[in-house]
Nanobody, 115 residues
Framework: QVQLVEAGGGVVQPGGSLRLSCAAT????????EAWYRQAPGRVRELVAA???????NYADAVKGRFTISRDIAKNTLYLQMSALKPGETAVYFC?????????WGQGAQGTGSS
């Protein structure tokens, strides 16, 4: 069983920045893919950014140029740097790791762009 522990959520003013982290209890050397999702109140969970096999990085159109996904394999940690946050981006942000066919999720971190 793999546990993912998220940290770094908070409330920022519009235009502000937040950095989320997601630390795994298993090393990332054999990881298949990693991603960040978010779920706003009353809305479905949506993909924000992902690192896929071959180290390809994909972003949702809504966050391109403002969010950056990265990882530190030595620390077994995935990051999401969010900049120029908008009030409408208030959501719970979830990380997910895939090891082969197995999928693991973090507990969620609240990211809020205050108005």
């Amino acid at each position: 069983q793999v546990q993912l522990v998220e940290a770094g959520g908070g409330v920022v003013q519009p235009g502000g920045s937040l950095r989320l982290s997601c630390a795994a209890t298993r090393n990332m050397f054999d990881i298949y893919s990693e991603a960040w999702y978010r779920q706003a109140p009353g809305r479905v969970r949506e993909l924000v950014a992902a690192i896929t096999p071959g180290d390809n990085i994909n972003y949702a159109d809504a966050v391109k140029g403002r969010f950056t996904i990265s990882r530190d394999i030595a620390k077994n940690t995935l990051y999401l740097q969010m900049s120029a946050l908008k009030p409408g981006e208030t959501a719970v942000y979830f990380c997910t790791f895939h090891y082969g066919p197995h999928e693991y999720w973090g507990q969620g971190a609240q990211g809020t762009g205050s108005s």
